[in-house]
T-cell receptor, first 113, second 112 residues
Framework: EAGVVQSPRYKIIEKKQPVAFWCNPI?????LYWYRQNLGQGPELLIR????????DSQLPKDRFSAERLKGVDSTLKIQPAELGDSAVYLC???????????FGPGTRLLVL | DQQVKQNSPSLSVQEGRISILNCDYT??????FLWYKKYPAEGPTFLIS?????DKNEDGRFTVFLNKSAKHLSLHIVPSQPGDSAVYFC???????????FGQGTRLTINP
């Protein structure tokens, strides 16, 4: 069974530029999560989807971040415009149901110059 | 505020010995705890979990202990193997919030 797929794996952009990350969860997993992991820290939840619905986006900085999960499968996370402090690893995770056992993708490492 | 804390950024252990990783939490509403393991350039993978109704859960070489009164949990790995070298994250949740709060991670190095 394929795991969570994320692309790109690495992205380098200049500040004020837009950037987008893509996630394909494990087939059949209804719940999808986006996390941000800063250097030396643990992952922090940005948004959680149950199928197409964003059920928890309380930690998403809505002035510059947006996310969507069309048809309840793939998801994209966008930052516009990017700031220096957005440099981090962006992790996508999915679970069949519930939140206990989440399966993580390899992440996208973003560097904003 | 950091609700889940792993105060040791790194730990070095001899192969074959016991590795003990520690985690403290502040939120008394947390009732489920997990450990994740992360290799470089990979996402975290689930290792072991424990519910607050238990004080110990064992899976092969891995055992998690929970001390609710002290708001402390630990992961024991016996015997430690070179493949255990990774970053270990402690995570906690209350089942009402349905989200995980992670610690900062501890980098474990197993020396041959």
């Amino acid at each position: 069974e394929a795991g969570v797929v994320q692309s790109p794996r690495y992205k380098i952009i200049e500040k004020k530029q837009p950037v987008a990350f893509w996630c394909n969860p494990i087939s059949g997993h209804n719940t999808l999560y986006w996390y941000r992991q800063n250097l030396g820290q643990g992952p922090e939840l940005l948004i959680r989807y149950e199928n197409e619905e964003a059920v928890d986006d309380s930690q998403l900085p809505k002035d510059r971040f947006s996310a969507e999960r069309l048809k309840g499968v793939d998801s994209t996370l966008k930052i516009q415009p990017a700031e220096l402090g957005d440099s981090a690893v962006y992790l996508c995770a999915s679970s069949l149901q519930g939140w206990e056992t989440q399966y993580f993708g390899p992440g996208t490492r973003l560097l904003v110059l | 505020d950091q609700q889940v804390k792993q105060n040791s950024p790194s730990l070095s252990v001899q192969e074959g010995r016991i590795s003990i990783l520690n985690c403290d939490y502040t939120n008394s509403m947390f009732d489920y705890f997990l450990w994740y393991k992360k290799y470089p350039a990979e996402g975290p993978t689930f290792l072991i979990s424990i519910s607050s109704i238990k004080d110990k859960n064992e899976d092969g070489r891995f055992t998690v202990f929970l001390n609710k009164s002290a708001k402390h949990l630990s992961l024991h790995i016996v015997p430690s193997q070179p493949g255990d070298s990774a970053v270990y994250f402690c995570a906690a949740s209350d089942q009402g919030a349905q989200k995980l709060v992670f610690g900062q991670g501890t980098r474990l190095t197993i020396n041959p």
